[in-house]
């Protein structure tokens, strides 16, 4: 019985670990220093931008593709499994196109998703106005709507994961840090934890930015900084628009989502480290972000705010995210980790790639 250990339990390490949990004759342990779901995905605001999403070819386009599809399957057996409710947003994305806009480049977007099977929809003004009333402001010409994207809780899904997972009998140890690492030439043989050693045939780690110090104690460090995001939860009473149509809106990199209850979550900055990898959220920035969401529905200028947070996103330095694959010099440790603003979005396509890495499908 192969042994697999999964260091680090936001929403990827949870998605391998009920996708490996699917296998007959892996035992498999997930550890991590936190409880789920505390870093980067528990600061996610879980908008799944695929179909709508630039990438039209090669391994970026065909991950969203995998993971959009795999959701739809997903979130039923997960909550048959837990009889738990994940908050899942069926209704779609809308994508607010400011005047000096290109609408030839989402045209060209509309042919390629067509040709690949998926739909997207150019809105004008007068369609957008009838469909979502909340969104008021002249200098939006058109929409662009992708009716197959998602917005999931990442929370929600992540425990759900977690307890999905544990029903398939896998192994989850909360509160524990990885300390040393015994390796030879090409194989790492066991992790030191707070809890003991821990062997096993693979290892996969999936831990964030926690990444970076994991791997430089397996002697082949891969180099990943935070980027903060902030973003608030805003309390209106009654929904935006129409009650059986609120899709997920974004617009000029600002996301307006949807929660049920009259609330909405607006978000998020994109705040870089400017000396190490010290980050203090901008409050300024921060008010940005409500200011062009007001700006878009202007009716948000009467919401309360709830709560704000913010949270570190885990970007690769020097390289396309994520980073999926064996880590150089070591055959049995596999990454699945430094996904940066797409952690949510690409979990379960990063689940069905690890699992292929350590049972080839065709074996």
């Known amino acids: 019985m192969s042994h697999v250990v999964i260091i680090g339990c936001g929403v990827v390490g949870a998605a391998i670990a009920y996708e490996l949990s699917q296998v007959k004759g892996l035992k498999i342990t997930v550890c991590d220093r936190q409880p789920p779901a505390q870093a980067s995905t528990g600061a996610a605001l879980g908008v799944l931008m695929g179909v709508i999403s630039h990438k039209i070819k090669g391994k970026a386009w065909q991950m969203r593709q995998t993971s959009i599809q795999r959701y739809e399957t ?106 040393d690492a015994e390796t030879s030439p090409q194989l790492c043989h066991q992790l030191e934890t707070t809890a003991g050693k821990i062997s096993a045939d ?29 973003a608030l939860q805003l309390h209106l009473g009654h929904p935006l628009g129409y009650l059986d149509f609120q899709p997920a809106i974004t ?33 300024e920035l921060l008010e940005s972000i409500r200011q062009q969401a007001i700006a878009f529905c202007p009716e948000l200028a009467h919401a309360n705010i709830i709560r704000t947070w913010s949270g570190l996103r885990p970007r690769p330095e020097g390289r396309p995210a994520p980073v999926i694959g064996k880590l150089p010099g070591l055959s049995n440790v596999l990454l699945a980790t430094g996904h940066y603003r797409n952690g949510v979005l690409l979990a379960p396509a990063t689940a069905y790639a690890i699992r292929e890495m350590i049972i080839p499908i065709d074996s």
Not at 252 to 260: A, C, K
Request: charged share 15%; net charge negative; glycine share 8%.
């Open 202 to 230: 693979w290892f996969v780690v999936a831990a964030g930015l926690g990444s970076t110090p994991l791997t430089a104690q397996l002697h082949h460090m891969v180099d990943i900084r935070p980027v903060l995001g902030q």
């Open 74 to 179: 997903l979130i039923p057996e997960l909550e048959a499994i837990t009889g738990r409710k994940i908050p899942f947003n069926r209704q779609g994305i809308l994508s607010l196109c400011l005047e000096e806009e290109n609408l030839a480049e989402w045209e060209k977007l509309l042919a390629i998703r067509h040709s690949q099977g998926w739909q997207l929809e150019i809105w004008d003004q007068t369609k957008l106005q009838n469909l979502c009333p909340q969104v008021d402001n002249e200098r939006i010409t058109s929409a662009v709507y992708s009716p197959q994207d998602r917005q999931i809780d990442p929370t929600a899904l992540t425990l759900a994961l977690v307890e999905a997972a544990q029903h398939n009998g896998v192994t989850f140890q909360f509160g524990v840090t990885v300390t």
């Open 251 to 283: 617009g000029n990199d600002v996301h307006i989502v949807p929660i049920g209850g009259g609330d909405y979550w607006i978000g998020a900055t994109v705040e870089f480290p400017s000396n190490g990898d010290e980050i203090s959220p901008n409050q």
